[in-house]
């Protein structure tokens, strides 16, 4: 019994990861509309940096000017990833934007698989047409509508994080680097980017901040205190407390928590069909989680550790 319990204890902090990343899509749409996105990521991120920056200050002395220019180019990537991200969010359902970016699990194995020229299991591609079927149902609101324009920018989402993940695991100079510093430069740069042209897409960030009210403020902690810095913070410490994989599990959890907040508190409506486009989402992501082969899988943690620092 009592082992049970531990083992329970162990795996809260990282299903309430999974709970407020699924929550991270409805928050964003409570703080931004599309004229404010990129003045409101400045904001987000502007408050992270400094809290992360005092855990990470002895790191950040030490990097070395490869290291220094290889989390900057990742950061462009991230910077990237969270424009799509946050503009689709923006665009289309909290539920739609949660389910869309699941595919990133599909997504990785696949690209994966292509770069190594090694085949991946037939259960596997089996998983990933019904992911895509599923997100065929979902975003066409069960019917033949093509996907709206926040559907299509969250996909691409996906496919840059895919790219992101993947070019992580393959940059040498940050192989051994310390995750924490990285972290903070690939965030740093990427924020610089936001502040150089918030001016010109809309109000500048201090204007928004100015206009947000206790509602908004209270959302944008949200996402700055527990979908940034409480998630990566229980990642740190989940991957070295138990293994990866159930790390992995857990977090995959988060499509099902984003469906859940968007259809509770934002009111999104799903038909029947679309329901069901939902439900094969979620199954084959899952699926394809499990039958990849062990290799591949061991990207997940590197997407993982992304996602907790910048998550949608």
């Not at 947000?212 to 205190?225: R, S």
Request: net charge positive; aromatic share 8%.
């Amino acid at each position: 019994m009592r082992a049970s319990s531990s083992v329970f204890l162990r795996d809260l902090p990282v299903l309430l990861v999974a709970v407020v990343w699924g929550s991270s899509f409805l928050a964003v749409q409570r703080v931004a509309e599309p004229d404010t996105v990129v003045a409101m990521l400045v904001l987000r991120f502007g408050l992270v940096l400094p809290v992360l920056g005092l855990f990470a200050w002895r790191a950040l002395r030490r990097l070395r000017r490869a290291e220094w220019l290889s989390g900057a180019a990742l950061g462009l990537v991230l910077g990237a990833i969270f424009l799509l991200e946050t503009f689709g969010a923006v665009h289309t359902s909290a539920t739609n934007a949660g389910l869309i970016i699941s595919l990133t699990i599909v997504f990785t194995p696949l690209a994966e698989s292509a770069l190594a020229r090694t085949p991946l299991p037939r259960p596997f591609l089996a998983a990933a047409g019904l992911a895509v079927v599923g997100i065929a149902l979902l975003t066409g609101a069960g019917g033949l509508r093509a996907p709206s324009t926040g559907d299509l920018l969250v996909l691409g989402a996906a496919v840059v994080r895919t790219v992101n993940v993947l070019a992580t695991a393959r940059v040498k100079a940050i192989r051994e680097t310390n995750t924490l510093a990285v972290t903070w430069v690939q965030l740093a740069t990427a924020t610089l980017v936001f502040a150089a042209v918030a001016p010109f897409v809309g109000p500048p960030p201090w204007t928004v901040a100015a206009t947000y009210g206790p509602a908004q403020w209270g959302w944008l902690l949200h996402l700055t205190l527990l979908c940034t810095l409480f998630a990566f913070f229980v990642q740190m410490w989940a991957v070295r407390t138990t293994s990866p994989s159930r790390v992995s599990l857990l977090l995959g959890t988060e499509p099902l928590w984003a469906a859940v907040f968007g259809i509770t508190l934002a009111g999104n409506h799903l038909g029947p069909l679309a329901l069901l486009g939902g439900a094969l989402v979620l199954v084959g992501t899952e699926w394809g989680r499990r039958t990849a082969s062990a290799p591949l899988r061991e990207a997940e943690p590197a997407e993982r550790v992304e996602r907790a620092s910048v998550p949608a």
